[in-house]
């Protein structure tokens, strides 16, 4: 039984390789281009031989790992859909899909916190004047610097319109005050992408700043513990009074809600796209296990009951795969149908990839609870999928909306 166990983390860095074990339904290539075959090649073993190793010292130490992540942004990861005058790779809502997938067979938490850097750097070169854009995205397209999102309040979660952070226009300055809570990368990034009220009640009176660490009043609340994403760091982002220039507000005063919500439907692309990344290597691993693990006197593999277990996780994995790669498609044409597809595909593939993982920590019996065994930080690691990005109830009602109208 201790030679089985012996270095499971290293079995699973070879699955993740490549050289054994995928069956041809569960190829994440199937249907791509070339082009799209060969970054999905780079993305996966770059998250084989540089994330999946690693993952387990940066969820128990809590490390940021920062120059793995500029090693990223060395092929082309830092801003995979920014426009490439800026430093970005320009590649289109399905292409980034695909590599945040393949990225997050080697560490999701660090992958999720990719997403949300991408997401921001997208924003301001969508919004961001000339000025904004050349400014800020060529270091953070490098990863020199990193960036944060700040939508959500300790008093503002999903209802993201009533925010109260303030800032009072004074000649060619805001004045900032209040708090965000929740905000990862809070306290080590750079740049801060700030959803703050300029005008009344409700979203029209919402509007974008960007803001520099270092800026005075600008400070950070403790470190949260959390269940996962322990390679990214989580704190409160507080503004006391802090001077921001106009010069860097994005788009015009009352625009932020509109940025921040266009700047959604891609996020809910991203995280679910972490999600199967997560569920493919889970997937993977179970497999694994139930090859080599024995009970009775026989593998576990040669029960029926697992196989068409097995068989169920492979299938809510292919399907979720779909749904997300026709939203990011959707997302990419500008179609009026975009933003509901991408609620739909963040709602079934969040859900659907966690029970994946999760199954596939119950094959593994008790060895699937211990640290040891990479399958448990999946488990961890995309739980909160489900909330962030808009939490999986406020999906349903988009849904529903859209259903209802008219």
């Known amino acids: ?28 290539s199937t249907g791509l281009t070339e082009d799209q075959k060969e970054f999905q090649k780079v993305a996966l073993d770059f998250a084989a031989k540089e994330m999946a190793p690693y993952m387990a010292e940066w969820d128990e130490k809590e490390i940021f790992p920062v120059e793995t992540m500029r090693r990223a942004a060395q092929l082309g990861f830092g801003g995979i859909y920014v426009k490439p005058d800026v430093g970005g790779s320009g590649l289109s809502r399905l292409d980034t899909s695909i590599i945040f997938e393949a990225l997050s067979t080697g560490c999701a938490s660090t992958t999720a916190y990719m997403s949300i850097h991408n997401m921001c750097v997208w924003m301001i070169d969508t919004f961001g004047n000339e000025e904004q854009r050349r400014r ?34 004074k000649g060619d300055t805001y004045i900032l005050n209040g708090s965000k809570a929740f905000i990862s990368g809070g306290g080590d990034t750079d740049v801060y992408v700030v959803m703050c009220r300029t005008g009344g009640p ?41 001077v921001v220039p ?13 940025i921040a919500m ?4 891609g996020g809910r692309i991203n995280i679910a796209s972490c999600s199967l990344g997560a569920a493919h290597a889970s997937v993977l691993l179970a497999q694994e296990h139930l ?51 991408c609620s739909m595909a963040k709602l079934f593939a969040t859900d659907e990839c966690f029970g994946i993982c999760n199954q596939a920590l119950q094959m593994h019996g008790g060895y699937g609870y211990l640290k040891d065994y990479a399958v448990q930080q999946f488990v961890r690691d995309i739980r909160v999928h489900q909330i962030l990005e808009g939490t999986n109830e406020v999906m349903r009602m988009i849904v529903a909306r859209n259903l209802l109208q008219g």
């Open 1 to 28: 039984a201790m030679a089985w166990r012996a270095a499971p983390r290293a079995a699973a860095r070879l699955l993740l390789l490549g050289r054994r074990g995928i069956a041809s339904c569960l190829d994440p």
């Open 136 to 169: 800020f995205c060529p270091s953070l397209c490098s990863m020199e610097k990193f960036a944060s999102y700040c939508l959500t309040e300790p008093g503002s979660g999903s209802d993201a319109a009533s925010l109260l952070t303030s800032a009072q226009r």
């Open 202 to 242: 409700g979203p029209k009176g919402i509007s974008c700043l960007v803001l520099e660490k270092g800026m005075p009043g600008l400070s950070f609340g403790k470190k949260e513990k959390k269940v996962g994403w322990n390679s990214q760091p989580t704190r409160a982002v507080i503004f006391e009074d802090c």
């Open 246 to 258: 106009v010069g860097n507000r994005l788009g015009a005063e009352g625009q932020g809600f509109s």
């Open 262 to 265: 266009q700047g959604l439907n």
């Open 291 to 341: 090859t080599v693990r024995k009970q009775f006197g026989e593998p576990l593999a040669n029960n029926q009951y697992l196989q068409f277990r097995l068989a169920e996780m492979a299938t809510r994995l292919v399907a979720a795969r779909l749904m997300v790669r026709n939203a990011a498609r959707a997302l990419q044409d500008g179609r009026e149908d975009a933003a509901v597809l």
